[in-house]
C-alpha cells in the first residue's frame, strides 16, 4: 500500500523566511509524486508534480521540490514566502498499478507580514 | 464546463436521513474520484470511476455509502442514515486519463453537516 507522511502540521514564518515542507512516502516502486495546495476559501490545486526525469521540479508562484528516491522525499521549498502563500499544502503520492492518489493529512502554512 | 462542479455547496441534515451529493466533472475527462476532507484528517479516498471499467470502491467507509456514475460523466454519492461522522467537505475531482500523473482537477467541495 501507498502512504505519506508530511512532517509539520502548523508552520508558522515571517514574509521573507525561507520554507521547506517535508514529505514522506512509502511505495517501493515508480511513483508519481504531487504537491496541492489550498488557499483559504478556495479548492484544491496542483502545485507542481513529479513523474519522470529531473528530480527537481518548479510549480506556479516560485515553489520547486525535489524528489530524494534514496529517502524516498519529495520536500517542498520555496526560498522567500510572501503572505499570499498562506495555505494548506498537501503532498501526494500515486505510485504503480494504483489509479488513485494517496493524500498527505496535509501542513497549514500561515504567513506573518 | 470549465471546472469540476459540485452541488451542493453546503448540506445540513439531520441525522438519520439520507443526502445526495452531485459532481459534473470536466467534460472529456474520463476518471472521476471522490474524496472526504476531516478537520485533522487530510484527504480520504473513497471511491473512483474509470470509463467504463467496475469503480474501485476499496475506500468507501461503511454500506451507508454509495456512488453511481452515469453516461460516464456526472456521479452522484449517496450516504444513507447519515451519522454525526460524516460531517466533512465532500471533494470530487476528474482527471484526463486516471492514471493519475497528470494530476487532478478538484471541485469546490461540498460541506456535509449531520447534525
Known amino acids: 500500500a501507498q502512504s505519506v507522511s508530511q512532517h509539520n502540521h502548523h508552520v508558522i514564518l515571517s514574509e521573507a523566511a525561507s520554507l521547506e515542507l517535508g514529505c514522506n512516502y512509502s511505495?517501493?516502486?515508480?511513483?508519481?509524486l504531487f504537491w496541492y495546495v489550498q488557499y483559504p476559501g478556495q479548492h484544491l490545486q496542483l502545485l507542481l508534480k513529479?513523474?519522470?526525469?529531473?528530480?527537481l521540479v518548479k510549480g506556479i508562484k516560485g515553489f520547486e521540490a525535489e524528489f530524494i528516491k534514496s529517502k524516498f522525499s519529495f520536500n517542498l521549498r520555496k526560498p522567500s514566502v510572501q503572505w499570499s502563500d498562506t495555505a494548506e499544502y498537501f503532498c501526494?503520492?500515486?505510485?504503480?498499478?494504483?489509479?488513485?492518489?494517496?493524500f498527505g493529512i496535509g501542513t497549514k502554512l500561515q504567513v506573518i507580514p | 464546463g470549465a471546472g469540476v462542479s459540485q452541488s451542493p455547496s453546503n448540506k445540513v441534515t439531520e441525522k438519520g436521513k439520507d443526502v445526495e451529493l452531485r459532481c459534473d466533472p470536466i467534460?472529456?475527462?474520463?476518471?472521476l474520484y471522490w474524496y472526504r476532507q476531516s478537520l485533522g484528517q487530510g484527504l480520504e479516498f473513497l471511491i473512483y470511476?474509470?470509463?467504463?471499467?467496475?469503480?474501485?470502491k476499496s475506500g468507501l467507509p461503511s454500506d451507508r455509502f454509495s456512488a453511481e456514475r452515469t453516461g460516464g460523466s456526472v456521479s452522484t454519492l449517496t450516504i444513507q442514515r447519515t451519522q454525526q461522522e460524516d460531517s466533512a467537505v465532500y471533494l470530487c475531482?476528474?482527471?484526463?486519463?486516471?492514471?493519475?500523473?497528470?494530476?487532478?482537477?478538484f471541485g469546490s467541495g461540498t460541506r456535509l453537516t449531520v447534525v
Open positions: 501526494a503520492v500515486n505510485g504503480g498499478g494504483y489509479q488513485k492518489v494517496t
Open positions: 467534460s472529456g475527462h474520463t476518471a
Open positions: 470511476f474509470q470509463g467504463n471499467s467496475a469503480p474501485d
Open positions: 475531482a476528474s482527471s484526463l486519463q486516471g492514471q493519475g500523473a497528470e494530476g487532478y482537477t
Open positions: 513529479y513523474f519522470s526525469g529531473d528530480p
Open positions: 511505495y517501493g516502486g515508480t511513483v508519481n
